[in-house]
């Protein structure tokens, strides 16, 4: 493994684990709120299609065919966290039936928001990703991309499997209902991107 492609896997599994950078993983928390950890299959397309969405626009934003200014991104962020808990809150309890094309129909929502807040999440590591390149290094710039962006699945995969394991042991150890369990997080995760919001201001 080259020390280029090694520098950026790390940084890229840095970033998103970073406790005190924590927008992207309060994205990931209220993505999975809603799931238990035999729904592991769910969850893993659910991330399959976030990941479709920032590498999607983190490689278009490095490769500066698209451009957003940063103020927008860092609140759209924590909006896409509000929107996606609020959905958590208000979703009807019969939906987490799997039968009928209810089922299936509330399932495309949530690889929807997914898929698509991915792409405003991918803007957001783009700008991180581009403040560490190096001068002289843009040769390179494939092999910092691909590397950043396994870092960033590694540190998602392993934010999935704690917030699965926590929800293993609220809803079976300590038989907390799970709508129950899914209000307290959603609503944890709603509060936080709401002061996350306020700290950044609308930007228009």
Known sequence: MSSVFSTYLQLGFDHISDITAYDHIL???????????????KVLILVTAFTVGHSITLA???LDIIQFPGDVIEFLIPLTIL?????????NESL?????????????????????FGLIHGMGFSNFLKSTLMPGQES????????FNIGIELGQLLIVCCILV???????????????????????????????????????
């Open 27 to 41: 994205f990931i928390v209220a993505l999975c709120a809603i799931y238990r950890l035999r729904e592991w299959r």
């Open 60 to 62: 278009l934003a490095v």
């Open 83 to 91: 929107i996606t808990s609020i959905y958590n809150v208000t979703r």
């Open 96 to 116: 987490d039936q799997p039968s009928g094309q209810t089922f299936t129909r509330s399932l495309n929502i949530n690889y929807g928001f997914a898929l698509f």
């Open 140 to 147: 390179e710039l494939v092999t910092q991309l691909l590397a």
């Open 166 to 204: 926590a929800s293993f042991i609220a809803l079976n150890p300590l038989n907390i209902h799970q709508r129950d369990w899914r209000l307290f997080i959603s609503g944890a995760t709603a509060g936080i991107s709401l002061i996350l919001m306020l700290e950044v201001g609308v930007p228009w």
